[in-house]
Every structure is written in C-alpha cells, then in structure tokens.
C-alpha cells in the first residue's frame, strides 16, 4: 500500500466530481438532461470512491497497524512499513483543498 499515492489519488477523484460541469447547456431537451443526469450521478458516484479510497488508508494506517502520525511511505499486508514519517502522504491535504475550491453547489452534493 502506497500511502500518498492512493491519498493523490483520491484527492484527483474528489476535485474531478467537485469541479467537473454536470451539465452542457446546449438546451437539447430531454436527452441532454438525461446525459446530464448521468454524468451527475457518475461524478458523485466518484466522490463516494474518493472518500472510500482514503478511507482504506486511514483504515489500514490508523486502526490495523497504528501508524498514527508517523505515517508511512507505504507498508505490505503483515505491517511491514517503509520510511515511517513520509511527507508524501500528506497529499490527504489535497482532498481538503478540492473541498475548499468547489463550486458552492458541488460541495454541499459531495457532503450529503
């Protein structure tokens, strides 16, 4: 398990779903809002997996092996750790800035 770069890439996967329009606007009727409906609920399908990928790794680095705040680079599946106190995985902090820079109306869908 790789520690900041499954944090990167969930961070990648919130401001996609936070930041990607939901609809175009080309006022083609029904099959335009129906596009736009399901490119919505894709993009917040995708905020789910952002929060659920973190997730993993909190579970894992917190609750299984208790790295706490020495996060590893990265540890295999009996808990052996490489480079304990990585700086990379602070990318968790990415996720807060996709948060932090979406639209008002993005943000309260991916909070629900």
């Keep these: 398990v790789w520690t900041g770069t499954t944090y990167a890439l969930a961070a990648t996967m919130l401001q996609e779903a936070l930041h990607s329009a939901t609809a175009d606007g080309d006022g083609g009727g029904e099959t335009a809002a129906s596009a736009s409906s399901a490119v919505g609920g894709e993009l917040r399908s995708l905020g789910h997996m952002a929060f659920a990928t973190s997730r993993g790794i909190h579970d894992g680095g917190w609750?299984?092996?208790?790295?706490?705040f020495a996060t590893p680079e990265g540890w295999e599946q009996n808990g052996n750790y490489r480079s304990l106190g990585y700086m990379r995985a602070l990318a968790i902090w990415a996720m807060q800035y996709a948060m932090e820079t979406a639209p008002a109306t993005h943000t309260a869908a991916a909070s629900a």
Excluded: R
């Excluded at 609750?63 to 706490?68: P, T």
């Design 63 to 68: 609750q299984a092996y208790g790295y706490w």
